[in-house]
C-alpha cells in the first residue's frame, strides 16, 4: 500500500489543482491568464511530473517534484484555514512519506 502512497497524494494534487481553477467554490469571477499559467507551473506540472516518478520509483525526481511544489502548497495550504485548499498540505505530507518510504523497484 505504501508504494501507492505517492501516486495517490500527485494524482490528488492534481485533482486538487483543476478543481481550484475550473469549479472553485469560495469565487466565482473569471481568472486571469496569468492565474492559469502561474497553477501550471507550481501544481499541474510538478504534479504530472510526479505520477511518472512514483510509478517509475525514482526517488530524486520526486524529491525535486515535492520542493517544486512546496511554496506553493504552503501558500494555498496556510492562507485560509479552514478551507478546501488545506487538503494541499494533506497530500504533501503524504508525499513525502512517500519519498521517505520509497524502495528501490526490484529490476
Not at 6 to 11: E, H, M, N, S
Not at 30 to 57: N, Q
Not at 80 to 100: D, K, T
Amino acid at each position: 500500500m505504501k508504494n501507492y502512497i505517492g501516486l495517490v497524494a500527485a494524482i490528488s494534487i492534481f485533482i486538487l489543482s483543476i478543481v481550484f481553477l475550473y469549479f472553485n467554490p469560495y469565487s466565482k469571477q473569471e481568472l486571469d491568464k496569468e492565474v492559469y499559467i502561474t497553477v501550471f507551473f507550481m501544481f499541474l506540472f510538478p504534479s504530472f511530473l510526479a505520477v511518472i516518478a512514483a510509478v517509475a520509483r525514482k526517488k530524486a525526481f520526486m524529491v525535486v517534484c515535492c520542493m517544486w511544489m512546496l511554496p506553493g502548497t504552503l501558500y494555498l495550504g496556510v492562507a485560509a484555514i479552514p478551507s478546501l485548499w488545506n487538503a494541499y498540505v494533506i497530500f504533501f505530507i503524504m508525499y513525502c512519506l512517500a519519498i521517505v518510504w520509497m524502495e528501490k523497484r526490484n529490476a
